[in-house]
């Protein structure tokens, strides 16, 4: 298969006509542009990589089912990740293992310890930068699911609060709350973090298998 380039020029509603103009194919270039923002969205709340990944491919095929159907009322980004939020959150209700994703979530983090990492790249540095986003991984993966979501999508996706708002279907005030004491449980300047080291990292093979086995389905 030929891989197609994810930064293209097209915008993602011109991918979408084309879809539903017959070019089925061209659904790899909307997948490989958020397969990343997917991927960190289900690590938030499902923490299984298998299961993440089963997660996406039945979040892009019920969009593509649906996409005919899509309004363009918001973004198309945004539409995509309420579907793999709602999706990876009834993964884990019927599992019966979802943390109850309410305002009086009092869970604490573990405590966080990390270096600074300095500007300047060597192989030691990178080793380093490497462990220090295993920490704030697991830093992250500690914190309850409702501060966790936010997060990610602020601070690593660098959605807008309004974006994450409509993502996460509550408030404005509510996501800068939230992602307030996400901040506070992690104790950390994740912010910083997040510009230098690559968090939870989505490997060009893992983005592959995605592509291909929904191609192989739609």
Request: charged residues 30%.
């Amino acid at each position: 298969m030929i891989r197609r380039n994810p930064s293209a020029e097209m915008h993602d509603e011109q991918i979408i006509y084309s879809i539903l103009d017959g070019k089925k194919d061209d659904y790899e270039l909307l997948m490989r542009r958020y397969n990343v923002r997917l991927y960190r969205i289900g690590i938030s709340i499902v923490k299984n990589e298998e299961e993440v990944e089963d997660l996406m491919q039945e979040t892009y095929i019920k969009a593509y089912q649906q996409l005919k159907n899509f309004k363009h009322k918001s973004k198309f980004s945004t539409w995509l990740c309420r579907i793999m939020i709602n999706e990876s959150l009834g993964r884990v209700k019927r599992k019966s293992k979802f943390e109850s994703y309410t305002e009086n979530d009092t869970e604490e983090a573990a405590p966080l310890h990390a270096a600074v990492a300095a500007n300047t790249v060597t192989p030691e540095k990178q080793l380093l930068q490497k462990e220090l986003a295993s920490i704030l991984e697991n830093a992250i993966q500690k914190i309850p699911p409702t501060y966790k979501t936010v997060f990610i999508l602020r601070e690593i996706e660098k959605l807008s609060v309004q974006e994450t708002a409509l993502c996460l279907n509550i408030s404005t005030e509510n996501v800068k709350v939230r992602l307030h004491r996400a901040k506070d449980l992690i104790k950390s300047h994740l912010s910083n973090f997040s510009e230098e080291i690559e968090i939870f990292p989505f490997p060009q093979t893992r983005c592959d298998r995605i592509v291909n086995a929904v191609l192989q389905k739609i």
